[in-house]
């Protein structure tokens, strides 16, 4: 049986969320990004990352592939939390962002439709996300007559759920 640690980085919590989901349900330990080093990594034999997209990026990804790098012949998954809904192209995309560029690749890529807290965000990303969201709602309202939030109206949701995890608990299952 491999032994399977599951690392998250999280700015708002989803991300901590979904990777303490997997850890109960695969009865393995989760452990943030900023605790893990390469000689912990070196005792598991399948990695599970997951980090927040920021501009389709995912952020903590850097660290985890320069660890890959030093330890080829890990097992490794990864998924992204964003508040973006999905389907194959968006997934598609996300993936040819983050690993296109990388000789060091995942096995598998997964992303979980998570949301947004405002509170928890710090004032740089709610800047951004109103600046991005006021520019979508000028090209949105020439093109129809609907009335939408101003960007200072919005609200954290959460779209979370751990039926989304299922595909990604498969795997590792097989590969266990």
């Known amino acids: 049986m491999r032994k399977v640690l599951v690392i998250y980085k999280s700015k708002t919590g989803f991300t901590e969320r979904y990777a303490q989901w997997i850890a109960e349900d695969l009865g393995v330990e989760a452990m943030p990004l900023n605790k893990v080093s390469l000689e912990i990594l070196s ?53 040819r962002i983050n690993f296109s560029q990388s000789p060091q690749k995942p096995a598998r890529f997964y992303y979980f439709l998570s949301g947004m807290d405002f509170k928890k965000m710090g004032w740089f990303n709610r800047t951004l996300i109103r600046l991005f969201a006021r520019m979508g709602q000028k090209k949105v309202k020439q093109e129809s007559e609907n009335t939408l939030l101003p960007p200072s109206e919005f609200k954290s949701f959460d ?10 608990l498969q795997y590792v299952k097989l590969k266990s």
């Open 43 to 95: 005792g598991y034999d399948l990695l599970i990352f997951g980090g927040p997209l920021f501009a389709s990026r995912i952020s903590g990804l850097d660290k985890l592939r320069a660890c890959m790098e030093k330890l080829p012949k890990k097992i490794w998954v990864v998924f992204a939390t964003g508040a973006t809904p999905s389907d194959k192209d968006f997934v598609k995309s996300i993936e």
């Open 159 to 168: 779209l979370s759920n751990r039926v989304y995890i299922e595909p990604l």
